[in-house]
C-alpha cells in the first residue's frame, strides 16, 4: 500500500511490506529524535485532531508527534461538547469543515465504522485513532513495534490477550497485525467478553479462547493486558461482575517465562498491580513511547 495521501483506517489495510516500511521509518525518526529533539521534516504541515472520546496517550503522542516533525497542530479534546456536534452538526459536515484547514485529520471516535464514514467525504487523509468498539490501528502498528523491539521478532510467538476481547479495539487490530507472521493468539476473557467472530474471521494462524489466565501464562511470549471498557458495557451490574476477574501481580507473574513482554495499550484500572512496573518483562511504558515515533512515521509517510 503506498501511504501518501491514504486514509489509516484498519489494520486491515496493511501487509507485512507496509509495516516493515514505517518500523524503518519510525526507528530513523527515533534516532533522529535522539540527536536533534524537533526535526524539520514536515514544516509545511497542519494537522487536526478531532476526539469525540477521552484520550490523553494517543491524542497527546500524535501532537507530539507532528511537532516533532516541525508541523503544527489544531486540536478539539472534547468534540462531543464543545464542537458543533452540540447543536447538531453531522460528522460529515464536521469532517468536511475541518478539511479546509489542515492536511490531516486524526480522528477519534464513539461509533465502530466512523472513521470509515469521516474517510467516505474526506479530501485529506483520515488517520482513525479508535472507532467505538471497531478498531484501533495505530494503537496496533505501536504494540507490534514494541513486540519487535522487545522480542527481537513479529513470529513465531504465543501472544496471550486478556481482558476485554468483546470491546477492545487494540486487541481487535492487534488480532489482525499478528496474523499477518506466524504466530499463535490465546484469548483470555469470560465468556460473555470473548473475542467477535468479525474480528477472527479473517485469522489464518492458530488461536484459542479460554476463561483460565494460568494456561495462558505458562505458554505466553507476549501478555497483552487489557482494561474492561467500561463505557461500552450495556448494565453497569455486568461491568461489576467482571471486574477484577483478571489481576496481575508478582505473584501471579511466577509462571510467566522470564523472557516474556507484558505490554498494556493504557489507561489501566486495576488489571496490573503497581508493583509489576518495575519487573524488566513490564514494557508498557516503553510501549507508550514508542507510539509517538511510530505515528510520526505514520505521518511522514502519508504527508511526506
Ligand atoms: C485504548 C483505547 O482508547 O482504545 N487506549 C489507547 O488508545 N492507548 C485502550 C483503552 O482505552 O482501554
Not at 479534546?77 to 447538531?88: C, D, L, R
Not at 461500552?232 to 496481575?248: L, M, N, T, V
Request: proline share 5%.
Amino acid at each position: 500500500m503506498p501511504f501518501s495521501h491514504r486514509h489509516i483506517l484498519s489494520a486491515h489495510q496493511f501487509t507485512a511490506y507496509d509495516i516493515e516500511m514505517v518500523f524503518d521509518e519510525a526507528f530513523r525518526l527515533q534516532e533522529a529524535v535522539r540527536r536533534q529533539g524537533v526535526l524539520a521534516t514536515l514544516p509545511h504541515s497542519l494537522m487536526a485532531t478531532l476526539f469525540y472520546e477521552p484520550s490523553t496517550r494517543t491524542r497527546l503522542s500524535f501532537e507530539a508527534a507532528m511537532q516533532r516533525l516541525g508541523g503544527r497542530v489544531v486540536s478539539t479534546s472534547h468534540a462531543k461538547h464543545y464542537s458543533s456536534v452540540t447543536k447538531g452538526e453531522t460528522l460529515q459536515d464536521t469532517i468536511q469543515s475541518i478539511q479546509q484547514y489542515v492536511d490531516v485529520i486524526v480522528l477519534r471516535h464513539t461509533d465502530r465504522g466512523a472513521a470509515g464514514e469521516a474517510a467516505a467525504v474526506a479530501t485529506v487523509p483520515i488517520i482513525n485513532a479508535g472507532d467505538g468498539d471497531g478498531e484501533h490501528p495505530t494503537q496496533a502498528l505501536l504494540d507490534m513495534y514494541t513486540i519487535l523491539q522487545e522480542q527481537g521478532r513479529t513470529e513465531n510467538l504465543t501472544v496471550a490477550m486478556i481482558g476485554d476481547m468483546k470491546y477492545g479495539r487494540t486487541v481487535h487490530s492487534l488480532t489482525q497485525l499478528l496474523n499477518l507472521y506466524a504466530n499463535r493468539i490465546i484469548f483470555v476473557a469470560p465468556p460473555a467478553l470473548q473475542i467477535p467472530d468479525w474480528v477472527t474471521k479473517d485469522c489464518n494462524i492458530p488461536y484459542e479462547k479460554t476463561e483460565s489466565m494460568e494456561t495462558a501464562f505458562a505458554e505466553a511470549d507476549i501478555l497483552y493486558v487489557t482494561r474492561l471498557q467500561k463505557e461500552r458495557f450495556e448494565k453497569a451490574a455486568d461491568y461489576q461482575r467482571y471486574q477484577g476477574q483478571y489481576s496481575i501481580t508478582l505473584e501471579t507473574l511466577q509462571k510467566l517465562s522470564p523472557t516474556a513482554t507484558i505490554l498494556h495499550p493504557l489507561p489501566r484500572v486495576d488489571e496490573i498491580s503497581p508493583e509489576v512496573d518495575h519487573d524488566p518483562r513490564a514494557a508498557y511504558f516503553r510501549q507508550m513511547k514508542n507510539g509517538m515515533f511510530v505515528r510520526m512515521a505514520l505521518l511522514h509517510l502519508v504527508l511526506g
